[in-house]
């Protein structure tokens, strides 16, 4: 059992297969679940109040996005909190993981989605690649 789990959910793990992975997590957890929205960076020639405007409204759809496993974790009665940060997501995912001191991570993966990833990697294996903590690549 894990006390501290880490749980990023993207705009892409969404429906059936989140739950899926969001199932493991709760069951391996003995304490909290930490979920995670990450957000992409925004540009650096948007600035002052329109800045924070933009940076509201991404924190807003993030928070709107962990709202179905935040309401699967209320019903189970597992701890949890949520985090949502702007960057890239592998980095940041292994950034909060850190700052969380986090046992385990517990990814989405869907596969390959194309030749983007083919050349560069996915997200979870550059999380792979960038951490000392266990991760749960949970496939769909």
């Not at 894990?2 to 992975?21: D, E, F, M, T, W």
Request: charged content about 25%; proline content about 4%; aromatic content about 2%.
């Amino acid at each position: 059992m894990y006390k501290k789990i880490l749980l990023p959910v993207s705009g892409k793990s969404h429906g059936q297969r989140a739950q899926k992975a969001l199932k493991h997590a709760m069951g391996l957890c003995s304490g909290e679940i930490i979920l995670l929205h990450v957000t992409e960076p925004l540009p650096q020639i948007v600035g002052g109040e329109a800045h924070a405007e933009l940076k509201r409204e991404e924190a807003a759809k993030g928070l709107t996005l962990l709202c179905p496993p935040i309401e699967t974790l209320e019903k189970a009665g597992i701890s949890f909190h949520t985090r949502v940060e702007e960057g890239t997501p592998a980095e940041t995912i292994v950034r909060v993981a850190h700052e969380e001191s986090a046992d385990l991570i517990v990814m989405f993966t869907d596969g390959r989605d194309g030749l983007s990833d083919m050349l560069i990697g996915s997200i979870t294996e550059r999380v792979l690649r960038n951490t000392d903590v266990t991760l749960l690549a949970v496939r769909h």
